[in-house]
C-alpha cells in the first residue's frame, strides 16, 4: 500500500526543532517573578541551549530581562550582534566566564561584555584595556567547591587585594563576585550548604580588601527554583528558561515552566515487517511478530544519541518505541501489528518536546543522560523554526528619530518597521530624490517577510509583493508598494484601488507626504532626511530613473517615524517619538 505524504504540509520543514518564543517568554517571565527581588540573568550560552542564542535572548528581552550569561566571549560577541540586528539588546549586559589564551578580550570590552576572572587572565585584559581604552567590568568567580574553573580559596585575598588596587587606579571596575554550584539538583545532599558558607566568606574577604557593593551571583537553575537562600542579587538561569526542569522527580510543569523546544519531522516510511525482520545496524531487534515499522529521518549526525534505544516518539498523539540502533541519518519506531499504522506514513512525528507528547526525559533516560544534553546536541543539521509571535519591546515600531549612515542601516531600521507592521497599517513615505526610500521599503520588505525584489515602483505606480509562507512572519500580511508622485499634488489614492488591498496589506506610500490615505488602521509618517538636500524637492527626471541609484551618495540620513493615527503597539515605545495621534484619532478616518 502506497501513500503520499498528505499529511505534512507545504510550510512544514523536512526536520525541524521547533521554537516555541511565546514559551520561552513566559518561562522568563515566571522564572523573573518567583526569583525577584533578585535579577534574572538568562544563560544562552550553548547557542542557548540549542535553541537559538538569539531567539532565546529576545524572547527573554521581551520579558523583561536585561541581563544575558554566555560561557565565551565569542558567543558574547555574535548575540550583541544578533540582538541589535532584531532592533533590541540596547542596555544589555552581557557576562562571559569561560577564556581561554586567545579569548580576544580586546572586541569583549569595546563591546561591553562583562568578564568572569579567576585570576590567570587578568594580564591579559589589562593589556586589552590599554588597547581599548575601556575599563573593564569584572565578576570574580570563585571556586566554592566546584572544583573548576574559579579561584580556590587560598589564593582570593592575594587576587581580591590586586584587584582592588587596581580598581583604585581606575584600570578595572569590579562589579560582582560569583560562584558556581555542583549539586544544587540533588536539594538533599550537603555540599550545596557548604559552598554556601564557603561563598559568604569570599563576600565577607572582599569587603574587608576594599571590594565593596560587589553584585552576588551563585544560582543555577536548580537553586534559583528551590532554594532563596541562594539567590543574592542575579541568578543565572539556563534551563529553566528552556522549560525544563534539573530534578529527575519534579517536572517543569510544577514550576510553572514549558518546554521550548519540540523535535518534528515526518514518518517518512512504513510498512509491514514479517516475523524475524533484524533492524538496523546490528540488528539489536528482530520482530517477533508481523508488526510495522516507521522511519524516522533522523539520527546521531543530527544529535539522537545512538545508545538511545528504549526512547520513544509520538506521531497522532500516540507513542512508538524506538527499536534498533539509531544510525546516523534515522532510525526505526515499532507501530505495532494493527494495518491502521501504514495510514501513518507522511504524519508528523514528534520525537521530544511539545507538551502532550513524548518529554525529552525519556530520550535522556534511554541515553543515560540529563535534558540539557539532549536539547543542546541536537545538530546544525536540524533546521530551528521559531513559531509564536513576542507582544512586547521585541516588536514595537521604532518611533523617533533614527541616524542611517549606510544603506544597510537604512534596511535593517526598515526591517526593525517591518516585524512591528500590522495588516491594514499605511506608512507614508517622504524624503528628496536619493534620500533611500525605496532602501528602506527593502527593509521593511525583509521584516514582513514579502517576496520579490523591492524596486522604485515608478513605472507602475504600485507593486503587490505577496507573504512567503518560508519567511520570517508566515501568514503575515503582503506589501503594497505604491509610488505617489504621479498622482499630482492633490492625488487620489482611490484610483488606484487600494481600498481593496490595505485592509490585508500594509500599504508603503513613497513621495506620499501630499496624499491622505483614508485606509490604515495605523498610519505612520517616515520622513527621511540627507543632509545637503532639501526637504521637497522638485523632482528633475520626470520619474524615469530616481531611486535606482539611491544608495549612492555618502551622507547620513536622519529618518524620524511618527505614528499619525492608531496606537503604537503591542509594545509601545518610549522615545522621542509621538506615540499617540496627531489629527486624531478619528479626523483622518474616511
Ligand atoms: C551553564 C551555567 C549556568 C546555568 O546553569 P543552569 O543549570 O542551566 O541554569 C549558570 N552559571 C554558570 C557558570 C554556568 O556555566
Not at 589564551?101 to 586589552?128: C, M, Q, S, W, Y
Not at 509594545?571 to 499617540?580: C, D, F, L, M
Request: aromatic share 4%; glycine share 12%.
Amino acid at each position: 500500500m502506497e501513500k503520499a505524504s498528505t499529511h505534512s504540509s507545504a510550510l512544514a520543514p523536512e526536520r525541524a526543532a521547533v521554537i516555541d518564543l511565546e514559551a520561552l517568554a513566559a518561562n522568563a517571565a515566571a522564572l523573573a517573578a518567583r526569583i525577584s527581588p533578585a535579577e534574572l540573568m538568562a544563560v544562552v550560552k550553548a547557542d542557548g541551549y540549542g535553541h537559538g542564542a538569539v531567539t532565546a535572548a529576545r524572547a527573554a528581552w521581551s520579558a523583561g530581562v536585561r541581563r544575558f550569561g554566555v560561557a565565551h566571549v565569542r558567543e558574547g560577541l555574535d548575540l550583541i550582534r544578533g540582538l541589535e540586528e532584531h532592533g533590541i539588546g540596547e542596555g544589555a549586559r552581557v557576562l562571559a566566564w569561560l577564556h581561554t589564551p586567545h579569548t580576544d578580550f580586546a572586541a569583549a570590552l569595546r563591546a561591553g561584555i562583562e568578564l568572569g576572572v579567576n585570576g590567570t587572565e587578568i594580564e591579559r585584559v589589562l593589556e586589552a584595556a590599554e588597547a581599548t581604552g575601556e575599563v573593564p567590568r569584572l565578576h570574580l568567580k570563585a571556586d566554592t567547591g566546584l572544583g573548576r574553573n574559579g579561584a580556590l580559596e587560598d589564593a582570593w585575598a592575594g587576587l581580591m587585594e590586586r584587584l582592588a588596587e587596581l580598581q583604585r587606579e581606575g584600570r578595572v571596575r569590579v562589579v560582582g563576585l560569583m560562584t558556581h554550584l555542583a549539586v544544587a539538583d540533588e536539594p538533599e545532599r550537603p555540599e550545596t550548604d557548604l559552598q554556601r558558607e564557603a561563598f559568604e566568606r569570599a563576600a565577607a574577604l572582599a569587603e574587608r580588601c576594599g571590594l565593596a557593593g560587589l553584585e552576588k551571583h551563585a544560582a543555577n537553575t536548580p537553586a534559583a527554583l528551590l532554594r532563596p537562600d541562594l539567590r543574592y542579587d542575579v541568578c543565572r538561569v539556563g534551563l529553566g528558561l528552556y522549560g525544563l526542569s534539573p530534578f529527575p522527580d519534579r517536572p517543569a510543569a510544577e514550576f510553572g515552566l514549558t518546554p521550548a523546544m519540540s523535535l518534528e519531522t515526518t514518518l517518512t516510511l512504513v510498512k509491514r515487517a514479517p516475523t524475524g525482520l533484524g533492524v538496523s545496524y546490528g540488528h539489536r531487534f528482530v520482530a517477533e511478530s508481523p508488526t510495522h515499522l516507521g522511519l524516522v529521518p533522523l539520527g546521531y549526525a543530527d544529535g539522537i544519541p545512538r545508545i538511545a534505544e528504549g526512547a520513544r516518539v509520538t506521531v497522532d498523539g500516540r507513542e512508538h518505541p524506538v527499536v534498533g540502533r539509531v544510525a546516523m541519518d534515522q532510525f526505526v519506531v515499532d507501530l505495532g501489528p494493527d494495518e491502521s499504522a501504514l495510514s501513518l506514513q507522511g504524519r508528523t512525528v514528534t520525537v521530544f518536546g511539545a507538551p502532550g507528547s513524548t518529554p525529552v526525559e525519556v530520550w535522556a533516560e534511554a541515553a543515560q543522560t540529563i535534558n540539557y544534553e539532549i536539547v543542546t546536541r541536537i545538530s546544525q543539521r536540524v533546521d530551528r523554526v521559531v513559531r509564536g509571535a513576542l507582544g512586547r519591546e521585541a516588536e514595537s515600531l521604532p518611533l523617533g528619530r533614527h541616524e542611517a549612515p549606510e544603506a544597510e542601516d537604512m534596511r535593517r531600521l526598515g526591517e526593525r518597521l517591518g516585524r512591528a507592521l500590522r495588516k491594514g497599517d499605511a506608512v507614508v513615505l517622504s524624503g528628496p530624490l536619493g534620500a533611500g526610500k525605496t532602501t528602506l521599503t527593502q527593509g521593511i520588505a525583509r521584516g514582513l517577510g514579502a517576496e520579490g525584489r523591492v524596486i522604485s515602483p515608478t513605472f507602475v505606480l504600485s507593486r503587490i509583493h505577496r507573504n512567503d509562507p518560508e519567511g520570517p512572519r508566515p501568514g503575515g500580511p503582503d506589501l503594497v508598494h505604491v509610488d505617489a508622485y504621479r498622482l499630482g499634488p492633490h492625488g487620489d489614492l482611490d484610483s488606484l484601488g487600494l481600498d481593496d488591498t490595505a485592509g490585508e496589506s500594509v500599504t508603503v506610500i513613497e513621495w506620499g507626504e501630499s496624499v491622505d490615505p483614508a485606509f490604515g488602521e495605523r498610519r505612520l509618517r517616515v520622513e527621511i532626511e540627507r543632509a545637503g538636500l532639501s526637504a521637497n524637492p522638485e523632482r528633475e527626471d520626470g520619474g524615469l530613473s530616481f531611486d535606482e541609484d539611491e544608495d549612492e551618495g555618502a551622507d547620513v540620513r536622519t529618518v524620524s517615524v511618527t505614528l499619525v493615527r492608531g496606537d503604537g503597539g503591542p509594545g509601545r515605545e518610549e522615545g522621542p517619538g509621538r506615540t499617540s495621534t496627531e489629527n486624531g484619532t478619528e479626523a483622518g478616518r474616511a
